[in-house]
Each structure stands twice: as C-alpha cells, then as structure tokens.
C-alpha cells in the first residue's frame, strides 16, 4: 500500500506532478496562500504573503517556483530563490514559501516539493539550503527537521505602531 493509500483523501501518486508554477497557476498559489498564512494564526507571514510578493518571485526566480498539481488542482507550493554572495563561491538556496492544501497534508506533498526545490537549487550551484519560519510553527519545524534540516537559530520580528506618529497624521490629513 503507497502511504498516499493509507490515510486522507485518497490520491493515484501519479496524479500528482511536481512542475514549475506557471503565471496561470498565479492566483490559486495566491488564494492557498491567503488560506495558509492568516493574521491570528501567522502574523509575520500573514503581513509578508502578498500579490507583490508572489508576483515579484515569480518574475525574478520563476526556476525557483513549483507548485504541486493533483489533476488540475494546485494541493502545494514551494517558492524560494538563490543567493549569490559576491567575492564567495558558495551559493545558498533559500526557501521563503512552502504550503500544502489542508486537504492534503501527510501524503508527502511538502516533501516532494523541497526535494524537487533542492534539486534545482543543487543544478544551479547551491552548497547549503536555507529555511525559515516563526518559532510557534511547530508543524513546519518538525516538517522541516524530517527533511534533514537543523542548527536552528532564533530570530525576532519586531514591529512599530507608525499610526500615533505626527508625520503619519499629517499624511493622513493631507489626503
Ligand atoms: C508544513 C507543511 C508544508 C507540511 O506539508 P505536508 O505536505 O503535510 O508534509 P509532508 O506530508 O510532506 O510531511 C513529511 C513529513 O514531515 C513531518 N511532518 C509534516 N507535517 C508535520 C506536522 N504538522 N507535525 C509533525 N510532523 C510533520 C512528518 O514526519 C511527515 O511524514 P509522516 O506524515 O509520514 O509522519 C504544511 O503543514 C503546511 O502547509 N503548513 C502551513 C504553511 C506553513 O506553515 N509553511 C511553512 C512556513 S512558509
């Protein structure tokens, strides 16, 4: 039995293609996301996930975009890019944005994805790969530590209330 016999929606593994998200697939890898990355859930990346944001990706490291495609339907996603340090010979993989449909979680989805994502970042040079995502994301870090990934370092995200300063009033003012 294929583990995507065993549990959830039953999937045929070869309805599901790993491919190049292509700018069709645009808007329902926008709208996953938007079903993924929510304010009270996500806060840092809820304020990040935007049109500009996928838009931008997609015209700088389309290479770098997959999406997975279960007979038509978009069921996940993985976007990153490739950093080049200059005056370094090493080249990261960096991947911002992974997400499987909740209807389709633990079938190997993700997995499929970062292998693909990896892959594509070793033909191109990459000598290590990069993730990140918030602390409380116990889910994605365990998804992450499964795909080999550790050396965990904290990060903090801060933010500032601009709304009380004189110069946003003034612009508000002014119209
Ligand atoms: C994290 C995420 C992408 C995993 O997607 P997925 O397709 O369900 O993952 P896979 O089925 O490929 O998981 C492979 C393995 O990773 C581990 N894993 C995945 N999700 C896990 C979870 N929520 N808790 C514990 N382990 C998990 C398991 O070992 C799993 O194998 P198993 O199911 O045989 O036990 C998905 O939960 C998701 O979309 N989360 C919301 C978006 C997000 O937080 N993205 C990361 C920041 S950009």
Known sequence: MS???????????EDLEIREMELEDIHRVFSLGEQLFTADKWPSLYR????????GLFASDGDFCFVADLDGRI???????LIEKRRSAWKYGYLLWIGTDP????????????????????DE??????????AENEGAIRF???????KAVRHVYMSRNLTNLPSYKRRRREG
């Open 3 to 13: 583990r995507s016999d065993a549990i959830g929606p039953a999937y045929d593994s």
């Open 48 to 55: 990040t996930w935007d049109e500009y944001e996928l838009v």
């Open 75 to 81: 069921a996940g996603f993985a976007l990153g890019t």
């Open 103 to 122: 209807a389709f979680r633990r079938l190997g989805i993700a997995r499929r994805l970062v292998d693909r994502f990896t892959q594509q970042c070793i």
């Open 125 to 134: 040079g990459a000598r290590m790969m990069m993730v990140d995502t918030a």
């Open 144 to 150: 992450f530590r499964q795909q080999g990934y550790g």
